[in-house]
């Protein structure tokens, strides 16, 4: 039988052309992997999610697995949104960061079905807040975090209110009002205080403080 050698020519030269493309999207594929997190204002992605971890895991304890998801809010608004998500991809929890301070501005979670019994004691509630301040990893310790106001109950939507202050910051704790779970939370500078503004740091300091 006899071969076209055009045939071969044009073999030759797909191989090339597909060798190629292979190299190339190989030499992309690198150039993503060794590119650095880009910040926004003082945190990262990979900043924001290592600082959420542990408070997904300590609210959302019983809930097996968990899927965190981070990106920063659209429109002028300076935060980093954090989404917690159990196997399923059942919300759990949802955070927002400041960029500008780093800081924990907002925690929020799911109701479940209204409760029934009994209503928590104001004393008990006011623990509970604390307890939940020390999960939220805040600065200083959850004892050092007095009450602003009274606690205030809302039957009507099964929650307990209440108003912390410490370190220049004010702090609205909500509480399902029957079991104490956290609900909101919600973290502003204290009136007449201003929380200071952080430089971003250059990428190379970030990616140094997220490695220890």
């Not at 004393?123 to 200083?140: H, T, Y």
């Not at 204290?190 to 490695?211: D, F, N, V, Y």
Request: with cysteine; aromatic share 6%.
């Amino acid at each position: 039988m006899t071969r076209n050698p055009l045939n071969n020519v044009w073999s030759s030269v797909l191989a090339v052309v597909l060798v190629g493309a292979v190299l190339l999207l190989g030499a992309r594929g690198r150039h993503v992997q060794l590119e650095p997190a880009k910040p926004v204002g003082w945190l990262t992605a990979p900043r924001v999610l290592s600082l959420s971890k542990p408070i997904c895991l300590a609210v959302a304890a019983r809930s097996g697995t968990l899927t965190l998801d981070a990106e920063p809010a659209p429109g002028p608004d300076n935060y980093w949104q954090v989404a917690c998500s159990d196997a399923t991809g059942h919300d759990l929890l949802h955070l927002n960061w400041k960029t500008d301070t780093g800081e924990l501005y907002e925690v929020s979670a799911p109701k479940s079905r209204r409760m029934t019994g009994p209503l928590l004691k104001a004393a008990k509630a006011i623990v509970l807040g604390r307890l939940w301040l020390r999960d939220l990893q805040l600065d200083p310790a959850p004892a050092q975090w007095p009450l602003l106001r009274p606690p205030l109950c809302t039957p009507a939507q099964d929650l307990w209110s209440l108003h912390f202050a410490a370190a220049g910051r004010h702090a609205i704790v909500e509480l399902e009002a029957h079991t104490g779970a956290l609900v909101y939370a919600r973290f502003l500078p204290k009136k007449g205080e201003k929380r200071t503004t952080m430089q971003a740091p250059p990428p190379a300091l970030i990616r140094e403080s997220e490695a220890r």
